[in-house]
């Protein structure tokens, strides 16, 4: 089965300096890979998403992914971050195995930024 | 483009009573989904729907949980006896016609709350 590891639970970051949020897969043929956010009471937002086109994935405000199939890594990353970052990051996985399009979730990681 | 959207935001609801969740999909999108979000569990799917028909509800909790979508527009998820463990967040997402690999998109959320 698919199935994603979020390597943090937390990760704090001053604001204006770079954001990595670590994601592992597993998957037992070429993935769908994405990454939602969830700001406090909101719902999931997608941030990007890699489907087999270019490895580098770049999403809204300012994330951005790269696809390492040697390291079965999905990390995302900002530059610089901003206040309005803090939310809870998840990355996701497709599982075609049930023959539709499952989603699998990591268990989230929060990002809180400091001013 | 209105989004996904879900109706009502907030239920405040007491043990045995029937709850009745509500959501609209993305216009043209042809597969819904409804979740559930708890902290000790994450992200649950309940209920995937594909052309208004439901294909896997293997992650219904129990006979208490009920899933309807009687046209493209409109799908319902129906808690008879609620119970204060059903307390959560419920999701609804959405996903367009088309290959495999698409991503889902979620509405606001409902926070029900069980006394």
């Known amino acids: 089965a698919q199935s994603v590891t979020q390597l943090d639970s937390h990760v704090s970051v001053s604001e204006g300096t770079p954001v990595l949020l670590r994601c592992n897969y597993s998957?037992?043929?070429?993935?769908?890979l994405f990454w939602y956010v969830q700001h406090p009471n909101k719902g999931l937002q997608l941030l990007l998403k890699?489907?087999?086109?270019?490895?580098l994935v770049k999403g809204i405000n300012g994330f951005e992914a790269e696809f390492k199939k040697s390291e079965t890594s999905f990390h995302l990353t900002k530059p610089s971050a901003h206040m309005s970052d803090a939310a809870e990051y998840f990355c996701?996985?497709?599982?075609?195995?049930?023959?539709?399009?499952?989603?699998?979730f990591g268990t989230g990681t929060r990002l809180l930024v400091s001013p | 483009d209105a989004g996904v959207i879900q109706s009502p935001r907030h239920e405040v609801t007491e043990m045995g009573q029937e709850v009745t969740l509500r959501c609209k999909p993305i216009?043209?999108?042809?597969?819904l989904f409804w979740y559930r979000q708890t902290m000790m569990r994450g992200l649950e799917l309940l209920i995937y729907?594909?052309?208004?028909?439901?294909?896997?509800d293997s992650g219904m909790p129990e006979d208490r949980f009920s899933a309807k979508m009687p046209n493209a527009s409109f799908s319902t998820l129906k808690i008879q006896p609620s119970e204060p463990r059903d307390s959560a967040v419920y999701f609804c997402?959405?996903?367009?016609?088309?290959?495999?690999?698409?991503?889902?998109?979620f509405g606001p959320g409902t926070r029900l709350t069980v006394t």
């Open positions: 729907f594909n052309n208004n028909v439901p294909i896997d």
């Open positions: 996701v996985v497709s599982d075609l195995n049930t023959g539709f399009q499952k989603l699998v």
């Open positions: 890699y489907t087999s086109a270019a490895t």
């Open positions: 216009s043209g999108h042809n597969s």
């Open positions: 998957s037992s043929y070429s993935p769908s």
């Open positions: 997402a959405s996903s367009p016609k088309g290959v495999l690999r698409v991503e889902q998109y």
